[in-house]
């Protein structure tokens, strides 16, 4: 199947129906219980290598005892450690949450900038958290592409590419506006519970008939 005759509308249109049965994302949850801009970008620094429910249990944990740039400046670098701990790198995320939270302060008012070429420029923030604060707390337009994406959209042959960067400027290439926002969350939900890395659940997959399953050597 070519990338022109994929039919995306269809394929995202089941997966939206099907992802109510799913378990939600972390971000999903944080975005559910706060619309805050500042919670949501540092519950993203934390989920990086992180399971979904460390994240979340770490991310309230963080923001019962600190809500806002100035009061997680106020705990010391070891607090940050033992209320976030055991993300994945909890003490380099901790270092990175200090200097980022004083960049807030110094640079921007406490405020969270609103532009992917600024909030990169934060400590821990990379391409992919600075596209999901864009998209979840701001709605503005981007695409954020971590591994699910990246090796979803390269399974159903939508794009072609080597690494998430390049799947990122490809998807901008061919999947129609109106999905940017929303794809991410919806392919790591499927990403985590049916597309999985190494065996994907075809046998009880909403597209299984629309997949060409490229370079998917084993499933279930
Ligand atoms: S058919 Fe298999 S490889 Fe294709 S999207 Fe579904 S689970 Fe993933």
Redesign the pocket.
Known sequence: MRQSQLPIDKILAALRKASRHWTSTTLAQITRETDNPFKILVATVLSARTKDITTLEAARRLFKAASTPREMMKLPRRAIEKLIFPVGFYRTKAKNIRKLCQTLVDKYRSEVPETLETLVTLSGVGRKTANLVITMAFQKHGICVDTHVHR?SN??GLVKTRNPKETEFALYNVLPKKYWIGYNDLLVSFGQN??QPVS???CR?P??KL?P?IN?SK?R
Do not use: A, D, L, T
Request: net charge positive; proline share 7%.
């Open positions: 979803i399974r159903w049916i597309c994907p659940f075809c997959c597209v299984e997949c399953k998917v499933h």
